[in-house]
Each structure stands twice: as structure tokens, then as C-alpha cells.
């Protein structure tokens, strides 16, 4: 069973998890390099299955018991910032699309509905409720 290191980052209000090398022991690495209250936790307990809302990821520590929390406003921030990287490229290729159209006096408006929906796509993440719900999303 695998340890590692978890505190808070004051910072950004997010988790830091510091994975020893295995060279120095972990309980060393906690004295030595990390602040006051990171804890050796194993590794299992941490929630594997969200990694890709791990920034959004929150712990809290009470009576040396630690819990890992998502924070779903979070998640729905990371979504957002996902999507608008998805569909950049989209929206250029619309744009494209669109000069053609002008150019050939063909209709645009299917393009311009096209637009609109890629435009648009950063709202869905606000009526979403469940972490899947946010990481099914795409454009």
C-alpha cells in the first residue's frame, strides 16, 4: 500500500499531494518539506476516479481523519475551460465555413446556428448536477 503526502495549498484552496521518491523515508519528506498540517495518507483513500477534477478537489481534517471532497462549482469552472479548448478549433473551421458561404452568396444561416451552439456550450455545465454528468459533456 502506497503512502503519500496531502495538505491544503493556501494559495489556490485545492489539495497538494506530494508522492515520495522512496529514498528518504515519507515520515522525513513530512518533517523536512511540507508545512504544518500535511498528513501521510494512503493512497487508496484518495478519489482516483475524479482526477480529472482534482483541481477542484478540497480536503478537510478533523481529529486526524482526513476527507477528500469535490467541489462541484469547481468542476464546473474546469468543465468550462475544457470545453472552451474543445471548441476553438470548431469555431475556427465554422469561420471558414462561413467566408465560403459569403463568398459563394450561399445560405449561412445553418453556420450561424452552428456558431451560436458552440458559443453557448460553456452555459450546460451550470445545469448539470452530478460530477459524470460534467465529465460526459463535449461539443
Known sequence: MAQVIIYKNPEANNVIVCTPSGIIPIEEV???DCPPGAIIVDEETLPDQHNDFFDAWEMTIENNTHSISINTDTAR??????????????????????QRALESNSDTSAIVAE???????TKLPDNVSTLEELRNLSC
Open 115 to 121: 456558431k451560436q451552439r458552440l458559443r453557448d456550450i
Open 77 to 98: 469552472h474546469i468543465t468550462k475551460r475544457r470545453l472552451r479548448v474543445e471548441r476553438e478549433p470548431l469555431l475556427a473551421a465554422q469561420d471558414i465555413l462561413f
Open 30 to 32: 513530512l518533517a523536512r
